[in-house]
């Protein structure tokens, strides 16, 4: 089976989704490429800590990463998705923001496969609260790529 023009489109915008996240936490790392992969890694791991607003967004963060991690095991095997595993390293070593949507479309490919694929369908109300998330989000990443510049 091939994919639709709805996962297909779906898969686009995940890409988007992968290289807007990229663009935005690669932004960030300067200061902590300097330092070495164990020195920049302790460094950032202690900037988390600095102040409620990154501890609130660094504990968040994390929970949404174990809930998500877990659904994300039980759809790669469900889906028979080869390669599933290099999605947890990838997550805490790249971003998670970027991994996801990488994810996200490697499941499409999984899901086009299927004999019959259930039809996934948020609503108005929940497409067009994507769309505020992804706009919010992209002006978020604008921003902290001019200040990182």
């Not at 890694?41 to 998500?68: C, G, K, P, Y």
Request: proline share 3%.
């Amino acid at each position: 089976m091939t994919m639709t023009r709805r996962q297909t489109a779906l898969c686009a915008l995940y890409a988007l989704i992968a290289v807007a996240a990229l663009a935005g936490t690669a932004s960030q790392l300067k200061p902590y490429l300097a330092l070495g992969v164990v020195q920049g890694n302790v460094h950032f791991w202690q900037d988390t800590l600095l102040n409620a607003a990154s501890r609130f967004i660094t504990v968040d963060i994390m929970f949404v990463f174990a809930v998500v991690w877990r659904w994300m095991l039980t759809e790669a095997r469900r889906l028979k998705m080869g390669g599933y595993g290099w999605y947890f390293p990838a997550s805490l070593l790249i971003a998670f923001s970027a991994t996801l949507p990488v994810f996200m479309i490697h499941r499409e490919i999984a899901r086009s496969r299927l004999r019959t694929v259930e039809p996934e369908d948020t609503g108005l109300l929940g497409g067009l609260s994507v769309l505020l998330v992804c706009a919010v989000a992209l002006g978020y990443t604008w921003r902290a790529v001019m200040l990182a510049s």
